[in-house]
């Protein structure tokens, strides 16, 4: 059955609760810089992550891991520029917030006073619960990632999917109700069994958020650069492109180059 759909002019924490509690789904993607930050909040996506996966599909690396905590700013900066309507959660980048809760409330603080972010996100339950607690007391929204975590990766040795086994999956149940208890105002749930997923979005009343995670839960989120196939060698099964951006800008580029060598560029029209 289709749900009407609330018209927000701003979303919200507030906001996300309550299109849980409507049974209205929650849409979510990345971004990293102006232009495509503002395409997306132009297209009423509710929530603009900024992810850390930015040290993947903007800087090249390998992990999430070698981002930095000035970089995230510096991206989140230039999404926040752009906004109007969506909510802007920014990545803790790995090595700012595990070891030492004061370390997390500082690095919390330096990514909402100097990017104007919204909220912040961490990877993890109960290893990171003072963490979460230090960053919650002192007024910051959090959302909660479990599931694959990309920041533990070496840890895991695999992007598999992850609590297949009970003894995992029951600690992500507990996890999961955890950061609920603790205060957070959503989770994502990443490459979880579907049947798991709904478990623990059926027993919350905070939104979960799904990447790989089925369709039973409150939300979706994507990396707008895989969404719009501008990669092309990352491929998971729950991945859904709307686009193959690579092969259309490339044969543009193409057009362009040889629109230069042969004098076709720039045409009468097009000069002063």
Same mark, same amino acid.
């Given at each position: 059955? *289709?749900?009407?759909?609330?018209?927000?002019?701003?979303? %919200?924490?507030? *906001?996300?609760? +309550?299109?849980?509690?409507?049974?209205? /789904?929650?849409?979510?993607?990345?971004?990293?810089?102006?232009?495509?930050?503002?395409?997306?909040?132009?297209?009423?996506?509710?929530?603009?992550?900024?992810?850390?996966?930015?040290?993947?599909?903007?800087?090249?690396? @390998?992990?999430?891991?070698?981002? %930095?905590?000035?970089?995230?700013?510096?991206?989140? *900066?230039?999404?926040?520029?752009?906004?109007?309507?969506?909510?802007?959660?920014?990545?803790?980048?790995?090595?700012?917030?595990?070891? +030492?809760?004061?370390?997390?409330?500082?690095?919390?603080?330096?990514?909402?006073?100097?990017? $104007?972010?919204?909220?912040?996100?961490?990877?993890?339950?109960?290893?990171?619960? +003072?963490?979460?607690?230090?960053?919650?007391?002192?007024?910051?929204?959090?959302?909660?990632?479990?599931?694959?975590?990309?920041?533990?990766?070496?840890?895991?040795?695999?992007?598999?999917? /992850?609590?297949?086994?009970?003894?995992?999956? %029951?600690?992500?149940?507990?996890?999961?109700?955890?950061?609920?208890?603790?205060?957070?105002?959503?989770?994502?749930?990443?490459?979880?069994?579907?049947?798991?997923?709904?478990?623990?979005? @059926?027993?919350?009343?905070?939104?979960?958020? $799904?990447?790989?995670?089925?369709?039973?839960?409150?939300?979706?989120?994507?990396?707008?650069?895989?969404?719009? $196939?501008? %990669?092309? &060698?990352?491929?998971?099964?729950?991945?859904?492109?709307?686009?193959?951006?690579?092969? &259309?800008?490339?044969?543009?580029?193409?057009?362009?180059?040889? +629109?230069?060598?042969?004098?076709?560029?720039?045409? @009468?029209?097009?000069?002063?």
């Amino acid at each position: 059955m *289709s749900v009407a759909k609330k018209e927000y002019k701003r979303v %919200t924490v507030k *906001s996300l609760v +309550d299109m849980k509690k409507n049974g209205e /789904r929650i849409s979510m993607l990345t971004a990293y810089d102006y232009s495509m930050a503002k395409i997306i909040d132009d297209a009423n996506v509710d929530v603009i992550l900024v992810g850390d996966s930015a040290s993947n599909v903007m800087a090249g690396h @390998e992990t999430t891991l070698p981002i %930095t905590l000035d970089q995230m700013i510096y991206h989140a *900066s230039s999404v926040i520029r752009a906004i109007t309507r969506s909510l802007v959660v920014v990545d803790i980048p790995f090595g700012s917030y595990q070891s +030492d809760p004061r370390e997390a409330l500082r690095s919390a603080i330096r990514i909402m006073k100097e990017s $104007g972010a919204h909220a912040i996100k961490v990877e993890g339950g109960l290893e990171i619960k +003072d963490s979460v607690k230090r960053i919650l007391n002192a007024g910051i929204p959090v959302m909660g990632h479990l599931g694959l975590t990309p920041q533990s990766i070496y840890k895991f040795g695999t992007y598999t999917v /992850r609590a297949k086994e009970n003894e995992e999956a %029951t600690k992500l149940k507990q996890d999961a109700l955890l950061l609920q208890k603790l205060g957070c105002f959503a989770i994502v749930l990443e490459k979880i069994p579907a049947k798991l997923a709904k478990e623990v979005a @059926e027993s919350l009343t905070i939104p979960v958020i $799904g990447i790989g995670a089925g369709s039973d839960v409150d939300g979706q989120v994507l990396v707008i650069h895989d969404l719009l $196939g501008m %990669t092309k &060698e990352f491929n998971p099964r729950f991945l859904r492109r709307y686009m193959n951006l690579y092969e &259309e800008m490339g044969n543009a580029i193409s057009q362009y180059v040889d +629109d230069v060598k042969t004098r076709d560029f720039p045409n @009468e029209e097009e000069q002063y």
